[in-house]
């Protein structure tokens, strides 16, 4: 298949870079994309080989194709769980199944696939738990060093899960922002910064997530997906898989998308209703859903653009409904972080709001086992 042959590309001034240079963006300061690459879905381009996120290889950089094979641990083709309620069809596409137990999986895998395709030893990552989990287990599976940044105060489930995959955890004095400018400092260095927010291969693997939902659904997707946004790494993934899902006519218009922050810490939703095309930073004041507090958003502009792009929105969800939402989850069987609690609420806000009739499909993005504090 042509158009494999990938590159960095940035987002701001169109300057390309190869995959393998340890560069984390543009020398004029923007944000890097994956360019060159041809992703229109084509049924045919599905390999039978691979359980989940690399049935779809083909659709993603060749640079990977010698290595996915030992990063893989069968992540991805998660099930999609019914869950009614209030009338509303809600398919929970239950991605905390993953080896980690988050949907991090999907973009951690691809992103060290390509890392060790590049010869990278050792790696930086900066998370509020999540994605450290997921590239400190990729890391350890390929034989790549491994320091991960946490925030104090980050659930002790999670930093234990970092060191059993005999990761550097570095616990830093601060919030989430001070962690990811510690990283970042790092990264400025020299060192290879495994981001799932600076490196576009992450999304390269997030993208997955829309097309099994395609597969699942008999080669269709649902009237409307909701995505909890943090730093958007499943938005953005989102947005490269339907516009490669239109581009190859696997689906004829986009589906309703809605962005679901926590009301406490919601940058993008004030952006959005604001109609500005940047995201000012916010006070983080504080909620359950800690794998969306992200009060300043690196890719915020980019998110905006995706969003207005698809024709989507973004709704906020309340501490109250986070946490309501949550027992109602559990009571149907469903153990999931307040995150995912957090878009269930908002979804069904939305729902609510537009008397909405179809089916909404939306991610159980990490296991409840993980924010036990
Ligand atoms: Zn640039």
């Not at 879905?41 to 659709?59: E, K, Q």
């Not at 905390?96 to 590049?118: E, H, I, N, Q």
């Not at 698809?310 to 972080?337: P, W």
Request: hydrophobic residues 45%; neutral net charge; contains cysteine.
């Amino acid at each position: 298949m042509a158009g494999r042959e990938a590159f960095f590309v940035c987002h701001s001034c169109g300057a390309s870079f190869g995959l393998a240079e340890a560069r984390h963006r543009c020398t004029c300061g923007g944000l890097l994309d994956v360019g060159g690459l041809d992703d229109a879905f084509s049924a045919t381009s599905l390999c039978d080989d691979a359980h989940g996120v690399f049935r779809y290889r083909r659709l993603m950089p060749d640079v990977i194709d010698g290595h996915w094979r030992n990063a893989t641990m069968a992540e991805g083709m998660t099930g999609l769980a019914e869950l009614g309620l209030g009338g509303v069809d809600i398919r929970c596409k239950m991605d905390y199944a993953m080896p980690t137990l988050s949907f991090k999986d999907r973009g951690a895998a691809v992103l060290m696939a390509a890392a060790k395709a590049s010869g990278v030893v050792s790696v930086v990552q900066d998370s509020s738990g999540n994605a450290g989990n997921s590239i400190a287990a990729y890391a350890s599976r390929l034989g790549i060093g491994c320091e991960i940044l946490v925030p104090e105060g980050t659930s002790p489930n999670k930093i234990s899960q970092i060191k059993a995959y005999n990761a550097t955890v570095t616990i830093v004095r601060g919030n989430r922002e001070d962690t990811a400018a510690a990283a970042l400092k790092q990264a400025e260095a020299g060192r290879y910064y495994a981001s799932h927010v600076y490196n576009p291969m992450f999304y390269q693997g997030t993208k997955t997530y829309v097309y099994e939902i395609w597969e699942q659904m008999g080669g269709r997707l649902p009237e409307a997906l909701a995505v909890p946004v943090g730093n958007g790494t499943l938005l953005l993934g989102l947005h490269l898989g339907l516009k490669s899902l239109f581009a190859g006519g696997a689906i004829g218009r986009m589906p309703m998308v809605i962005a679901v922050q926590a009301a406490r810490c919601a940058p993008l939703y004030r952006a959005f209703i604001g109609g500005k095309r940047t995201v000012a930073p916010v006070v983080n004041e504080g909620t359950a859903a800690e794998g969306i507090a992200i009060a300043a958003p690196v890719r915020g502009a980019q998110m905006l653009e995706a969003l207005r792009e698809m024709g989507g929105t973004v709704v906020e969800a309340g501490e109250e409904d986070i946490i309501r939402y949550g027992t109602l989850l559990s009571k149907s069987g469903i153990f999931a972080e307040p995150t995912s609690a957090a878009t269930v609420a908002g979804a069904m806000a939305w729902a609510v709001g537009e008397g909405f009739k179809g089916t909404l499909a939306l991610p159980m993005c990490g296991s409840g086992l993980k924010s036990l504090h």
